[in-house]
């Protein structure tokens, strides 16, 4: 990832997984509540949803926010914010710490990767990501779901008991749940998002339309983050409907994408677009920023404890 001047010294991977997972949890900390609002969106319309809300009804991101403050309280919008820093640890530092050791090593060591080399690269970090932290996402999106009203059962009542829970019912394959779709949705945001940041960032600096600082690091985020949630939006709403679905509901991933699409059509496939768009695009200029700056201070400070000893 183009981050550094070429005369820099190139960041460790250790400082680019520290970096990357601290970068992704302040950005989940500022943004989640616009991602349990895309998850509400998309699964309206499904029958248990229905039944458990009573007839709430959803209507836009800033609508289902403020619906769900009205509801719920204001700390519903932070269901499930344990697993979600949780899952950015696990996550984000594999999927976007390994991108550049992954993509050097595909393409040999050379100084410039093609977008094939790119894309590639991104796809094997998003599905190693995936492999390693779905149980971390499946409780983050089933909290996000649960509904916290007076008379209705809760799911879970905590991070490790939701864990536990899952595995005594679901066994191992129910913490693994939509795994599959998890990974089609993430190696396609993880190399759509890395590479069009990589890309636009390039373009930037080499037309010299701004130098390698926050507003350039703003621009790029806020384009990866567009382009992304265009391009995953439809695995992510079948993800979040399958994960989220009780035993039996669903025979598979393809059987969900199959029902929403028989029962409500090709629009149900982006159920919850703005708040996604919202949601991924102000997550990506959190988290580049942050990560962009992180690697620096942490570089400065390894390099004036080496410089000590």
Not at 4 to 22: E, F, H, I, Q, R
Not at 36 to 61: C, D, F, N, P
Not at 76 to 94: E, T
Not at 248 to 264: D, F, L, P, R, V
Request: with cysteine; charged share 20%.
């Amino acid at each position: 990832m183009v981050g550094m001047k070429p005369c820099d010294t190139p960041p460790t991977l250790g400082v680019k997984l520290l970096s990357a997972g601290s970068a992704a949890c302040i950005a989940d900390l500022v943004t989640f509540p616009l991602d349990t609002a895309k998850v509400r969106l998309q699964i309206q319309g499904e029958k248990v949803a229905s039944e458990a809300t009573k007839g709430i009804r959803y209507r836009g991101v800033f609508g289902t926010i403020s619906t769900m403050i009205r509801t719920e309280g204001p700390r519903s919008l932070y269901n499930g914010l344990v697993a979600g820093l949780q899952r950015q640890m696990c996550f984000a530092s594999i999927r976007i710490g390994f991108y550049d050791n992954v993509k050097n090593f595909y393409s040999g060591g050379a100084d410039t990767a093609n977008i094939g080399i790119r894309i590639l690269a991104g796809c094997t970090t998003g599905a190693m990501a995936v492999s390693f932290a779905q149980p971390t996402d499946v409780v983050k999106v089933r909290f996000q779901a649960q509904v916290n009203l007076t008379g209705v059962a809760r799911r879970y009542t905590g991070t490790m008991q939701a864990y536990k829970h899952i595995f005594n019912h679901e066994g191992i394959r129910g913490l693994w749940k939509g795994c599959l779709p998890n990974i089609t949705r993430n190696a396609l945001v993880n190399c759509t998002e890395l590479v069009t940041y990589d890309l636009i960032k390039e373009a930037i600096l080499r037309h010299n339309l701004l130098s390698d600082n926050l507003p350039c690091h703003f621009a790029s985020a806020f384009g990866a983050g567009f382009v992304t949630t265009c391009i995953a939006s439809p695995v992510d709403v079948v993800k979040t409907r399958y994960m989220n679905s009780p035993p039996g509901q669903y025979k598979s991933a393809i059987n969900c994408a199959w029902t929403m699409a028989t029962k409500e059509g090709p629009t149900a496939f982006y159920k919850g677009f703005v708040p996604s768009f919202l949601r991924l695009g102000s997550w990506n200029v959190v988290m580049f920023v942050s990560f962009e700056q992180l690697k620096r201070v942490m570089m400065v400070g390894k390099k004036k404890m080496e410089d000590k000893s």
